[in-house]
C-alpha cells in the first residue's frame, strides 16, 4: 500500500524552490517512491511470468494506491479489505478457466 495525497497547507508551501543546489516542495518525496517502486516491481515480475507462459492473473500479489492516507484513509484505504484482512488476499491456485 503506498500513496499519494499530501498535508494540506498554504499555496506558497507547494512551491518549489532550490537551495544549494537541491530542489525542495511540499510532498515532492513522501511515499511517492514507493508508488513508482511499486509499479516498476510489479511490470518487472509480471514479465517474468509472462515470459514463463503465465499472465496477470498469475501474479501472487497486488497493489494498493490510496489518496486519502494523510487524512486517516476513511475514504478509501483503510476500508479496503486487505487492510483490514491481509489473510483474506493470500496467493491461492489459479482456477482452470
Do not use: C, W
Not at 16 to 39: F, Q, T
Not at 46 to 58: A, C, F, P, S, V
Not at 65 to 81: S, Y
Amino acid at each position: 500500500m503506498s500513496h499519494i495525497d499530501v498535508v494540506e497547507g498554504p499555496d506558497e508551501l507547494f512551491e518549489p524552490r532550490l537551495e544549494a543546489g537541491n530542489l525542495y516542495g511540499r510532498g515532492s518525496i513522501d511515499d511517492k517512491y514507493a508508488v513508482a517502486l511499486s509499479l516498476v516491481l510489479l511490470k518487472e515480475h509480471l514479465l517474468r511470468i509472462r515470459q514463463q507462459g503465465g499472465d496477470q492473473e498469475d501474479l501472487p500479489f497486488g497493489i494498493l494506491i490510496t489518496g486519502d492516507e494523510e487524512i486517516g484513509g476513511a475514504n478509501d484505504g483503510r476500508n479496503h479489505p486487505s487492510y483490514r484482512r491481509p489473510d483474506s488476499f493470500q496467493n491461492h491456485p489459479r482456477q482452470p478457466r
